[in-house]
């Protein structure tokens, strides 16, 4: 982005991000997406750590915003899940990449119909339309990057995580 400089920043100084609250998006039986009210907070395994979001994208992060990167450290508690899902996509909602790099811990993570338990120094790689699910299945912390590259940070819509079936941490209204 035009005037961006760069910025080097500690993890110390990341926030820890409460995650989904309000509205979510969840599969019925029909396959159809159905939007559900939260009560709750996220997912109280897993503690995300935004590091770097792009100019669409509200939450403030860093020094600077990004066109097109999206970075989260994220840290699940040992037999904590992310539930399976996918990003919505259509015509007016691109396909987008993502990568996990796992830092420590090991994981069992599933994409479409791999499974694998992998540990520290792997890449996962999910096109954002292809479910996905992880699960700590170690005695500590897993701890691992989320990176994304986004459609340009110019107010292209990216899209929202739909999940496969409600999650065990919602408290639907």
């Excluded at 993890?11 to 991000?17: D, N, P, V, Y």
């Excluded at 159809?32 to 997912?43: P, T």
């Excluded at 909602?93 to 540990?119: C, K, M, Q, Y």
Aim: glycine letters at 12%; hydrophobic letters at 35%; one cysteine or more.
């Amino acid at each position: 982005m035009e005037g961006n400089k760069g910025f080097i920043m500690h993890f110390t100084k990341a926030e820890f991000s409460k995650g989904a609250r309000g509205k979510l998006k969840v599969l019925d039986e029909k396959g159809q997406i159905q939007i559900v009210e939260n009560e709750g907070g996220g997912n109280p395994n897993l503690r995300p750590y935004p590091l770097l979001r792009p100019a669409n994208v509200a939450a403030r992060v860093g020094k600077e915003r990004s066109l097109n990167q999206w970075i989260t450290l994220a840290k699940l508690k040992p037999g904590g899940v992310v539930d399976e899902h996918y990003f919505e996509h259509d015509n007016g909602i691109p396909v987008f990449d993502v990568s996990l790099f796992v830092i420590s811990g090991r994981v069992r993570i599933t994409i479409g119909n791999i499974e694998e338990t992998v540990g520290a120094n792997t890449l996962i790689y999910a096109p954002s339309n292809v479910k996905r699910s992880i699960t700590n299945v170690g005695k500590g912390i897993a701890k691992f990057l989320a990176i994304k590259i986004v459609p340009s940070g110019k107010g292209e819509k990216m899209g929202e995580p739909v999940y496969s079936k409600m999650p065990s941490w919602c408290k639907p209204k």
